[in-house]
């Protein structure tokens, strides 16, 4: 199973979500399939957390389309203010620096099929926030408490109306506390960097340095002071190691079916 972003884009009808210092945007979700629709009085916040490669933004895409629910990445906000950083000649570790690149940035998410486009002072930026100094830098400030306080605030704007499935790190230990379901998705490390490898078609020569990479951003996620990546004490944690993309997402669209029976 991948975390691969079809680069498809949802029709410009689609919802556009626009996060910048002045003002936040939450238009009208288009998103829609045939499968099955869940009809509810309120709409839930679901988290997503987990390492990379454990497939947690192909499972947001197709449950938020099962809801007609909106998906949010909450890892491009933090790409894309890397790959600002890296534009704007800033260091990774400024932290000072880092949050006011941030307040004069505007980053915006849309969800396409597979994940989000991005989308930064108005360029598309969604491939070029996969390469990989882009990943290391957003990895890098993202240790940083400051440029976390600014990233959670826009995020929580963001979900304010519900109907919402976040993925990233902190979700439902940070951003939504009282997300209504918190799905911890983990997989064996080995089985990541496969997929890793897959989905970005990463060359053979450098397939061990993108591993090592993939390594040391885990370790470094799961270790910062700040908010590092750990399970929620009331999130389900799925081992999708075994587990086909289809499989785990029937398991999560039946917790959240749960869920908005009892809503
Ligand atoms: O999900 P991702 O690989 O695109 O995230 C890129 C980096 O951003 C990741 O190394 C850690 C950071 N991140 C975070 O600290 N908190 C989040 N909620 C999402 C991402």
């Not at 991948?2 to 009808?13: H, K, L």
């Not at 053979?204 to 470094?220: F, I, S």
């Amino acid at each position: 199973m991948g975390e691969s972003a079809n680069p498809d884009v949802i029709p410009a009808t689609s919802l556009r979500l626009a996060c910048t210092i002045f003002s936040f945007n939450l238009g009208t979700q288009m998103m829609s399939d045939h499968s099955t629709k869940f009809r509810s009085s309120r709409k839930l916040t679901i988290a997503i957390d987990g390492p990379a490669g454990a497939g947690k933004s192909t499972i947001a895409s197709r449950l938020a389309r099962k809801l007609d629910y909106v998906n949010l990445e909450s890892g491009a906000m933090y790409r894309a203010l890397a790959l600002k950083a890296i534009e704007q000649d800033v260091s990774f570790d400024d932290e000072s620096a880092l949050v006011k690149l941030a307040q004069a940035s505007r980053i915006q998410l849309e969800p396409v099929v597979g994940g989000n486009r991005t989308l930064l002072d108005g360029h598309d930026v969604s491939a070029r926030i996969r390469e990989r100094d882009v990943t290391e830098g957003a990895s890098r400030i993202s240790v940083h408490p400051k440029v976390r306080e600014w990233m959670v605030a826009r995020q929580r704007e963001m979900g304010a109306s519900g109907g919402v499935i976040m993925e990233g790190r902190d979700i439902g230990t940070k951003v939504f506390p009282d997300a209504d379901l918190k799905i911890f998705l983990d997989a064996d490390p080995v089985v990541r960097e496969q997929r890793r490898m897959a989905q970005q078609k990463i060359r053979r020569e450098v397939a061990a340095d993108v591993a090592a990479e993939l390594r040391e951003r885990d370790h470094r996620d799961r270790t910062r002071t700040a908010s590092p990546l750990v399970a929620a004490a009331d999130a389900v944690v799925i081992d999708s190691t075994s587990l086909s993309e289809d499989e785990v997402l029937a398991q999560v669209e039946k917790l959240a079916r749960e869920k908005l029976i009892r809503n």
